[in-house]
């Protein structure tokens, strides 16, 4: 989201990445604080980093359409992991 956020030219485009990571982080903090309160070991984050490169390698509307597709699937995938959390709690077959 950052990367998206620096290349972008356009302001509402780029005020639409800085929310998504503002909001992602959030996220991040939330789920690691529940793993810790409950003795879960988490993953650790991705050690990548974010060039200072401002050229576009893509469109913008690419670039949106990939935060469209991966929110999706975050969405899906916790989903997912509720169902068979609230599974296991009431349904111990």
């Known amino acids: 989201m950052i990367g998206f956020a620096q290349v972008t030219k356009t302001k509402e485009v780029k005020a639409?990445?800085?929310?998504g990571m503002e909001l992602a982080k959030?996220?991040?903090d939330e789920f690691t604080k529940i793993l810790l309160d409950n003795n879960v070991q988490f993953s650790a984050t991705s050690g990548?980093?974010?060039t200072?490169?401002?050229i576009a390698p893509f469109s913008?509307?690419?670039m949106?359409?990939?935060?469209?597709?991966?929110n999706g699937f975050s969405i899906v995938g916790i989903s997912l992991g509720t169902f068979f959390t609230l599974r296991n709690l009431y349904f111990p077959f």
């Open 16 to 19: 639409y990445f800085v929310k």
């Open 52 to 54: 200072t490169s401002t």
């Open 64 to 70: 949106m359409c990939c935060v469209h597709y991966l």
């Open 26 to 28: 959030k996220q991040i």
């Open 48 to 50: 990548s980093t974010v």
């Open 60 to 62: 913008e509307k690419l």
